[in-house]
């Protein structure tokens, strides 16, 4: 089992910025596909960013160039630093791990994760 706690949300005003932290405990290990998805009122929830296990990163169009994903293996935790925010990236955000080592699959699809954080609210003001 995998237990998933993020970190680090709160209400900034546009162009700030945040850094959510997301602490693993269990079976992970860097061979695990770590991501984090959002999820804004009345919407679906949607893919952010992604950290596969060769430290490949992915993310979605509407973040690029503003979001870093990133790991820190010997504390088992991964960050999301989110620079130059917009009101449209309010959203609980919440941390996902996938269980398969070496996983292969669509990393930007949220049924490719198996364990899931509680979530933090990020709140971006105009």
């Known amino acids: 089992q995998v237990q998933l706690v993020e970190s680090g949300g709160g209400l900034v005003q546009a162009g700030g910025s945040l850094r959510l932290s997301c602490a693993a405990s269990?079976?992970?290990?860097?061979?695990?596909?770590m991501g984090w998805f959002r999820q804004a009122p009345g919407k679906e929830r949607e893919f952010v960013a992604a950290v596969i296990w060769t430290d490949g990163t992915y993310y979605a169009d509407s973040v690029k160039g503003r979001f870093t994903i990133s790991r820190d293996n010997a504390k088992n935790t991964v960050s999301l630093q989110m620079n130059n925010l917009k009101p449209e990236d309010t959203a609980v955000y919440y941390c996902?791990?996938?269980?398969?080592?070496?996983?292969?699959?669509?990393?930007?699809?949220?049924?490719?994760?198996?364990?899931w954080g509680q979530g933090t609210q990020v709140t971006v003001s105009s």
């Open positions: 996902a791990a996938n269980r398969t080592p070496y996983y292969r699959g669509d990393v930007s699809t949220w049924r490719s994760y198996d364990y």
């Open positions: 269990g079976r992970t290990s860097s061979s695990n596909t």
